[in-house]
């Protein structure tokens, strides 16, 4: 081989080829230093280019070595995207026709034609994954074979250095990505985590029974924030976290009315000033309003989502409410029914057990009856309740018959309680109160006698107080004799005329005969009571004595007629029971 | 002195009267450094004269353990100098006069009866459009006939960041022993200042940006 052979004979197909300098003749000794020195030089730029992760220098301090090792001078690079690099001072374009012939070359390299320059020559640039580009070389002659050698490693370890730090940006670029996905990834976690506290925190609230305050705590514990919840009226139910207003603040009914519409087509938190507030309702006619008290706007996503999450625990918590709510109602109403239409004793006061109710207790029957617009049920019920629980009495309550029954143990001011319902109503109101059941076996007896004291006070006491059977006298032994017959013939010989007057008229002759003699004979409060002028009461009167031919002013006949009339009440009561 | 001196820079040992060029990038590498070199000097009762190219770096240097006195020529056993009182002292730079400094300042070290001297250049400052910077290559070849006859090691740092790669094969070519990553090069076959002087034009200094 010669000195310009190659160590790889294949250099002809294109393989990489390193070109060995020709043997000189033995050279003078200061040459040989020299030479060495500049093989020193270059293990030295080697070092620095492999140490360095930035093709910028890389490619710069291979050029500006080029003067320091020779005549030579490095044009540029062109690699195999078509991109020029200049060499250091030189025009950033690639000079006319270059490009081409660097393509043509591919990876052996060889002579290319540069404008002004005697000699050129393009190296191959070789990285770890093949061919990376050329570095083109000049020269005013043609550099001894020394010279070409040093480009030529120069060239070799430029590909190399080039390689590896694109290979380590792309290295960076790989650990750039991964860090940003192990970040997101991490914020995943945390948001996930975070979520799961709130889950976790919130269904220990459920479970553990600690109702409303404890779900407004634990919403203040996860968000740092204070927690308000209100009923759907605007009632503060629980407060968790400082600066509870003292005294809660309420809106109008208008305002509140308009939030909760707008809140229950809300489907995420909503915020009404300083709040951030959602809607709990399990049910249409059930619902519970939480609050975020946020004046600095501060609260982020798993704020929000800590918050809705409140909001179903709160909304299961309310159903709970109801739910028991709803059942101890209706046991309280079977109960009642049932005591009102007669059940056993241990039955029943195993059953008040059970309601929290003490039915060992003598207790009596009240029953409420109201008119006008007194007469809604549901109404009426509710303002017994309010009259009740202002009286202090407890009791149970259902409605019976169109009216309201009451079994109390309590003993009260009747007239006052009667008169606290029709205020809080309006409309008319009376009240029947039965005799007291030492056992819950007596209660039917008790509402048997407070109805009747009812029909009582409407046939024959005056005005609309209320009426209290074991203060009704002779009312109550007329009602207490089991057989009415002789009852009933001393009413026809005392009234038999009037009533049959009465029944063919269509008059109310034996009612106005009544009132008269409750009235202890007085025109004016008889006549006010009737609604009636007091001329046509007295007409009235002139007829009860054309058609009897009693006289009135009789104290034997003022007694017998008094006492008829009362039987007369007494019997109309006993029959419109039957 | 016989034997290998301790550099203070990755467990390196010099011998004496050697002239290391070390190369860097940025100040950080500097300080490393200069820190590890002064600070074994000093540890071992070394005169230590330095000349950096700032003022920062040269306060810095003076709250080093061992430095003592104010920045200037034989204040205490860390001389801390800089570029415009030695190297470019009159506006411009001229090889026998550095020289001549370096060869003054070991001879006062004698005389106060330091039996070691350890020099250190920071050579940012032969990139500044001053006279004479183009003949920093030739002074760093006549500095190896000074050195062979002390008691002393060299040091010269070369910022690999701003000095062109024409500036360190000239400077690989004229030193005996180059630091670089950690490693020390020896160039056996490093030019002489008679045979670099021979060859060698003058080679401008300049920033790699501008080195052409």
Redo the contacts between chains.
């Keep these: 081989m010669t000195a310009e052979q190659t160590r790889n004979t294949a250099a002809g197909d294109g393989a990489p080829v390193v070109r060995l300098p020709r043997r000189p003749d033995r050279p003078a000794e200061?040459d040989?230093?020299?030479r060495?020195?500049?093989f020193?030089?270059?293990?030295?730029?080697s070092?620095?280019m492999t140490?360095s992760v930035n093709e910028e220098q890389i490619l710069?301090?291979?050029?500006?070595?080029?003067?320091?090792?020779g005549s030579w001078r490095i044009e540029g690079y062109g690699f195999t995207d078509g991109q020029w690099r200049p060499g250091?001072?030189h025009n950033p374009a690639a000079p006319r026709g270059l490009t081409g012939q660097l393509a043509r070359l591919g990876s052996a390299g060889g002579p290319v034609d540069l404008p002004g320059c005697p000699w050129a020559q393009a190296y191959p640039l070789r990285g770890v994954g093949g061919l990376l580009g050329h570095l083109v070389a000049s020269c005013d002659e043609e550099p001894p074979a020394e010279q070409r050698f040093l480009i030529q490693v120069i060239a070799q370890q430029t590909g190399v250095a080039v390689s590896n730090a694109r290979l380590h940006a792309r290295e960076r670029a790989t650990a750039a990505e991964l860090a940003a996905t192990n970040a997101a990834l991490a914020e995943t976690v945390t948001t996930l985590q975070r979520s799961m506290d709130i889950h976790q925190r919130l269904t220990r609230v459920a479970v553990s029974g600690e109702g409303q305050p404890g779900i407004a705590r634990a919403l203040h514990e996860l968000t740092g924030m204070p927690v308000a919840i209100e009923d759907r009226y605007g009632n503060l139910t629980a407060w968790a976290g400082p600066g509870q207003p003292d005294p809660y603040p309420k809106e109008s009914f208008a305002k509140r009315e308009h939030v909760l519409r707008r809140l229950m087509r809300a489907t995420s938190p909503t915020r009404d000033g300083e709040r951030l507030i959602l809607l709990a309702s399990p049910r249409t006619d059930v619902m519970g309003v939480l609050a975020l008290i946020d004046p600095g706007r501060r609260a982020d996503s798993a704020d929000l989502v800590a918050l809705e999450h409140g909001a179903t625990v709160l909304a299961m918590e309310l159903a709970r409410l109801r739910g028991i709510a709803d059942a101890e109602l209706r046991l309280r109403r079977d109960l009642v029914h049932d005591l009102l239409a007669g059940t056993d004793d241990e039955s029943a006061l195993t059953r008040g057990e059970a309601l929290d109710y003490d039915l060992r207790r003598p207790h009596r029957v009240v029953i409420v009856e109201g008119k006008g617009r007194a007469r809604a049920h549901d109404a009426l019920l509710s303002a017994v309740r309010r009259a009740m629980r202002q009286a202090r009495q407890d009791g149970l309550f259902e409605t019976w018959s169109g009216n309201v029954a009451v079994i109390t143990a309590g003993q009260t001011d009747w007239e006052q309680l009667r008169r606290a319902v029709m205020s809080d109503l309006g409309g008319q109101v009376r009240l029947g109160v039965g005799g007291a059941a030492a056992r819950p076996s007596d209660l039917p007896r008790s509402l048997r006698e407070a109805g009747l004291a009812l029909r009582l006070q409407k046939t024959l006491l005056p005005g609309d107080s209320a009426c209290e059977y074991p203060k009704l006298g002779i009312f109550r032994m007329l009602a207490a004799i089991p057989d009415l017959t002789d009852v009933d013939s001393f009413v026809r010989e005392w009234l038999g005329s009037l009533l049959d007057y009465d029944a063919r008229r269509k008059a109310e002759l034996v009612h106005t005969l009544t009132q008269y003699l409750e009235h202890g004979g007085n025109y004016d409060a008889t006549a006010a009571e009737l609604s009636v002028h007091k001329s046509t009461l007295k007409y009235r009167l002139q007829r009860i004595r054309e058609l009897t031919g009693l006289e009135l002013n009789d104290p034997d006949v003022h007694f017998n007629l008094q006492l008829a009339t009362r039987a007369w009440g007494t019997l109309q009561a006993l029959r419109d029971e039957r | 002195m016989t034997g290998l001196v301790p550099s203070g820079i990755d467990e390196i040992g010099l011998q004496p009267g050697s002239h290391v060029c070390a190369?860097y990038r940025g100040d950080t590498d500097r300080d490393r450094l200069l820190s590890g070199y002064l600070g074994a000097g000093l540890t071992a009762g070394d005169k230590c004269i330095c000349v950096v190219d700032s003022a920062n770096t040269a306060e810095r240097l003076e709250s080093m353990p061992g430095a003592c006195g104010e920045p200037g020529p034989y204040t205490g056993q860390l001389d801390i100098h800089l570029p415009e009182s030695t190297y470019l002292a009159g506006g411009e730079f001229t090889t026998s006069d550095m020289l001549t400094f370096w060869t003054e300042g070991m001879v006062k070290a004698e005389v106060e009866g330091y039996s070691f001297c350890r020099l250190v250049g920071e050579m940012t400052w032969a990139l500044r459009d001053a006279p004479g910077v183009e003949h920093l290559v030739g002074y760093e070849s006549e500095l190896n006939r000074v050195t062979a006859r002390y008691p002393v090691v060299v040091l010269c740092l070369y910022d690999?960041d701003r000095f062109?790669?024409?500036?360190?094969?000239?400077i690989?070519?004229t030193h005996p022993q180059?630091l670089?990553?950690g490693?020390l090069?020896e160039?056996p076959?490093?030019?002489g200042p008679d045979?670099f002087l021979r060859?060698a034009r003058p080679?401008p200094a300049s920033p790699?940006?501008?080195?052409?």
């Design positions: 200061p040989l230093r020299e060495l020195g500049e020193r030089a270059l293990l030295v730029i070092l620095l140490e710069e301090l291979a050029a500006s070595s080029a003067p320091g090792l250091t001072g | 190369f690999l062109s790669g024409e500036v360190v094969v000239n690989v070519k180059v670089i990553q490693i090069v160039n076959y490093y030019l045979e060859s080679v790699r940006s501008a080195s052409a």
